[in-house]
């Protein structure tokens, strides 16, 4: 089913809670007088994430170490750059962060610091999962690689039986496997037509996604062979252990959100039409989970709150907290699931239960 083809059509009912949400919510923006966009909270934040990501690195440059004391910072460069992807990058990104377009370019490029690729980022992620989320077919995130099944409507192989042991394995691959689909992704929206890449040149998005790669590789593999002892093997190791680190944490943060117990994964019908408010097919296909952890809440840059997050992406993630339960209080009003799991550990027990029952495991 292509994206363009489409469509949420709901009841009375489900565009009246649409419409009361969004009445609520930005009430109390105007109520508070509140900005939508991030506050000077968010300052010390992006100075100690970028710290925690880049400052282990500067040490093992500087300071002569061996391999297994460098393999602890490697670990935290990793835990560093999974914080800024969540709570810098993605702002910026979603342009939750400034009313200056500059600005949300500033932080959404630390995405190329990561490795990886803004534009095709947002047509993946902006675009295909935040418009059509959990559709089968259509959102990339609940269409992984075979071995991993996280739709109810994909093919059920016997290996799926046990993926609630050996997916968090595969979630450490995210970030790798991304530098180099970031290359195939760049084509397929070329070759697709899409309106979003009008007026853009291949050979040129190319040329930087090249660069980009490069000097990723440059600075966490080329400087430690040059500027330490290290072994070349140890290097690299080093960068995988980093980047596993980072992939563990961001795939089972978004997977939190999305593959739990509740979260619905709806169709299309032949005609393309989604019966329901897109509004309501958000929330239903959405989870927050542990809501009351200050530090979750912190470094995920409110992905715990992905229910707000999805129905008001252009705000920024320190905002959620407080909107948070008048989007509940307004979905319990409505008649409409609002998925919560209380806590850290309930929403993996959740995310296991679900990958086993996705798996065929009764």
């Given at each position: ?5 489409l469509r ?12 009361t949400?969004r009445?609520?919510?930005?009430a ?7 900005n939508t ?10 100075i100690v994430?970028?710290?925690?990501f ?9 300071v002569?170490?061996?391999a297994?004391?460098?393999l602890p910072?490697?670990i935290?460069?990793g ?31 630390t ?14 992620h902006?675009?295909?999962?935040h ?6 077919g ?14 109810e409507?994909a ?17 450490g ?8 689909n970031?290359?195939f992704?760049?084509a397929?929206?070329?070759r697709?037509g ?6 853009r ?5 190319l ?17 430690p062979?040059?500027?330490?002892d ?12 980093m980047h596993?680190?980072c992939?563990v ?7 939190l959100a999305?593959?739990v117990e509740?979260?619905?994964q ?7 039409v989604?019966?329901?408010d897109?509004t309501v097919?958000e ?8 809501p009351?952890?200050?530090?979750l809440?912190w ?9 707000e997050h999805h129905?008001?992406?252009g ?5 959620y907290?407080a ?13 409409i699931?609002y998925?919560v ?6 929403a993996l027990?959740?995310?296991v239960?679900?990958?086993r029952?996705?798996?065929?495991v009764?």
């Amino acid at each position: 089913m292509a994206i363009s083809s489409l469509r949420y059509i709901g009841t009375e009912h489900e565009r009246g809670f649409g419409s009361t949400v969004r009445s609520r919510v930005h009430a109390y923006f105007k109520e508070t007088g509140t900005n939508t966009k991030a506050d000077a909270r968010l300052v010390p934040k992006v100075i100690v994430l970028m710290t925690l990501f880049l400052a282990p690195l500067v040490v093992i440059l500087l300071v002569p170490m061996s391999a297994w004391a460098a393999l602890p910072l490697a670990i935290l460069m990793g835990v560093g750059m999974a914080g800024v992807g969540m709570s810098v990058m993605h702002d910026g990104l979603h342009g939750a962060v400034s009313t200056k377009p500059w600005v949300n370019e500033l932080l959404g490029g630390t995405m190329y610091v990561l490795g990886s690729d803004a534009f095709t980022w947002k047509i993946q992620h902006n675009g295909a999962h935040h418009t059509h989320t959990n559709v089968d077919g259509v959102d990339q995130d609940i269409d992984p690689p075979d071995l991993l099944r996280f739709s109810e409507h994909a093919p059920l192989w016997r290996v799926h039986r046990f993926q609630h042991v050996y997916s968090f394995f595969f979630y450490g691959l995210l970030t790798l496997v991304k530098l180099g689909n970031d290359f195939f992704s760049l084509a397929r929206v070329a070759r697709s037509g899409d309106a979003r890449y009008k007026g853009r040149s291949f050979a040129q998005d190319l040329a930087v996604m090249v660069l980009v790669k490069a000097a990723h590789m440059l600075v966490f593999i080329g400087l430690p062979l040059w500027l330490t002892d290290l072994a070349w093997w140890q290097v690299i190791t080093g960068f995988v252990v980093m980047h596993f680190t980072c992939g563990v944490i961001l795939g089972t943060v978004f997977q939190l959100a999305h593959v739990v117990e509740g979260a619905q994964q709806p169709l299309a019908d032949p005609t393309g039409v989604i019966h329901s408010d897109w509004t309501v097919h958000e929330v239903l296909t959405t989870a927050d989970f542990a809501p009351h952890n200050r530090w979750l809440t912190w470094y995920t840059g409110g992905l715990n709150y992905q229910v707000e997050h999805h129905l008001f992406p252009g705000i920024s993630h320190l905002h959620y907290p407080a909107i948070a339960p008048i989007v509940q209080r307004t979905a319990e009003e409505f008649g409409i699931p609002y998925n919560v799991k209380p806590t850290m550990m309930a929403a993996l027990g959740s995310h296991v239960r679900r990958l086993r029952q996705l798996g065929g495991v009764a």
